[in-house]
């Protein structure tokens, strides 16, 4: 099963020698290092895997041909949404945030309560292999572990095997040099659960808010909760006032977005002013600029809140200034 929407493993250690005692050893000399040079390598490294001609998933420690990819009838993901999920942007062939991906699946898995299985462990090296299998350097990259399979039962199986699903999709290249798109929202009542940091699979009031957007011909609904404004369906909500940039605080009631944390680190660096602060319905609706964000789309510049413009209508200085620190931060990070 597939779920929402809206990024730790980290690189292989370095080549540097150590002595027995396991402190770095000496540099070895020319001479060594033209003998190291010339003589052949008793272990080779493997060459990568040859693209596949059909596109190809990862399932339960296989990587095997999108047609043939099975999950039980009886999985907990499919019969009770029993599962957490990731969204990666690949750039240039890299994931951006990688680690922060890494780190926020074994967060929402620490609040389902769910052990992850032991390849979890090598979700980078599996993403790689994956992307080089399916020859794609552009590209949207999807996670999901499940509790696994057994009878419908509410309480957790005794031994859960959990399931692991990886599948990648073709996105186009970037333009670093393109201003941010621009989109209309509609607000929308948020009926979701109290643990909205959770990345579950549970996103039905996602999807009925989304598709009241799309009805309004809209390309997001922002959520609302006692009239405080929380997120949309699938990014993270900002409001600009005076300069300054609002966004509500990553608490229960909000998804730490991966973009989010991106663009406010961005933000920082580069002198912007950034509260994250609870913020309300009128706050949204006479905002200077209001901006959202996730993992696909990046910065986006919402023009009218249900169906009134939001300042000029038009993308504001603050969001085109984000969208051209996020391009830069992707380039530096990914490669271009």
């Keep these: 099963m597939v779920g929402r929407s809206t990024d730790g493993t980290e690189g292989l250690a370095s080549g540097t020698t150590s002595a027995t005692d396991g402190s770095p050893g000496p540099a070895p000399t020319r001479t060594r290092r033209a003998r190291i040079a010339m003589a052949p390598a008793s272990n080779p490294a493997p060459a990568p895997p ?3 001609p059909a596109p190809q998933v990862y399932l339960n420690g296989r990587f095997l041909p999108r047609a043939e990819a099975t999950v039980d009838v009886e999985d907990r993901g499919t019969l009770f949404g029993d599962g957490v999920y990731e969204v990666l942007r690949v750039y240039f062939g890299k994931p951006l945030a990688l680690a922060a991906h890494i780190e926020r699946l074994h967060r929402s898995l620490g609040g389902i309560r ?13 993403t790689t292999e994956l992307l080089e299998r399916n020859a794609l350097r552009e590209a949207k990259v999807y996670w999901q572990i499940t509790r696994g399979t057994g009878p419908r039962e509410h309480a957790f199986p005794a031994q859960p095997r959990p399931t692991l699903l990886m599948t990648a999709s073709p996105l186009n290249p970037i333009d670093p040099a393109s201003a941010p798109t621009q989109i209309k929202a509609i607000t929308a009542p948020d009926e979701r659960w109290h643990n909205c940091w959770i990345k579950s699979l549970m996103l039905l009031p ?3 808010a989304r598709q009241r957007a799309a009805e309004a011909g809209a390309g997001e609904a922002i959520f609302h909760r006692d009239g ?5 369906t699938t990014s993270s909500a900002y409001i600009v006032r005076e300069g300054a940039v609002w966004t509500h605080p990553a608490d229960r009631w909000i998804l730490g977005g991966i973009t989010r944390l991106v663009l406010l680190e961005e ?22 600029e209001v901006i959202v964000s996730n993992t696909t789309s990046h910065g986006q510049a919402v ?3 249900d169906g009134q413009p939001v300042g000029n209508a038009q993308a504001g200085p603050v969001a085109r200034r984000l969208h051209g620190l996020l391009m830069k931060r992707i380039v530096a990070e990914c490669g271009g």
């Excluded at 769910?114 to 599996?126: D, F, M, Q, V, Y």
């Design 50 to 52: 040859k693209p596949s």
């Design 114 to 126: 769910l052990t992850p299985p032991a390849e979890a462990e090598r979700l980078g090296a599996i």
């Design 206 to 208: 996602n999807l009925l």
């Design 228 to 232: 405080v404004v929380t997120e949309g």
């Design 267 to 288: 933000a920082r660096k580069a002198g912007i002013a950034v509260e994250e602060r609870a913020f309300g319905l009128e706050d949204l609706r006479s905002a200077d």
């Design 303 to 305: 023009t009218h809140i």
